[in-house]
């Protein structure tokens, strides 16, 4: 059984960090692209990152540019999110997903996890 999960989220005050994991099981995603997107309440699930399969091609969302990195260890099977200057706006919950069936930026990818919540005070 193919699973996504994501860890890491949680309370953080503005201006803090935090370090969204992505453990894959089930099947190799090693050649595979990998997202992370966010939905707040009442607002469409929107992109923050992606990475190809090795890590040499990575895009986020200009909201998150500079302030978020993306990065894939293929050999623990693991995809990261490392949000730094956090924001209240950057409050939501966070999904990995993988294997984008088409536009990365588009939430239509094959495999998703289940979601962490992170909130922002301010």
């Known amino acids: 059984q193919v699973q996504l999960v994501e860890s890491g989220g949680g309370l953080v005050q503005a201006g803090g960090s935090l370090r969204l994991s992505c453990a894959t099981s089930?099947?190799?995603?090693?050649?595979?692209?990998m997202g992370w997107f966010r939905q707040a309440p009442g607002k469409d699930r929107e992109f923050v990152a992606y990475?190809?399969?090795?890590?040499?091609?990575?895009y986020y969302v200009g909201s998150v540019k500079g302030r978020f990195t993306i990065s894939r260890d293929n050999a623990k099977n693991t995809v990261y999110l490392q949000m730094n200057s956090l924001k209240p706006e950057d409050t939501a919950v966070y999904y990995c997903?993988?294997?984008?069936?088409?536009?990365?930026?588009?939430?239509?990818?094959?495999?998703w996890g289940q979601g962490t919540q992170v909130t922002v005070s301010s």
């Open positions: 089930g099947r190799s995603f090693s050649g595979s692209a």
């Open positions: 990475s190809n399969w090795n890590g040499a091609y990575k």
């Open positions: 997903a993988a294997e984008p069936r088409g536009a990365y930026n588009l939430p239509f990818y094959n495999y």
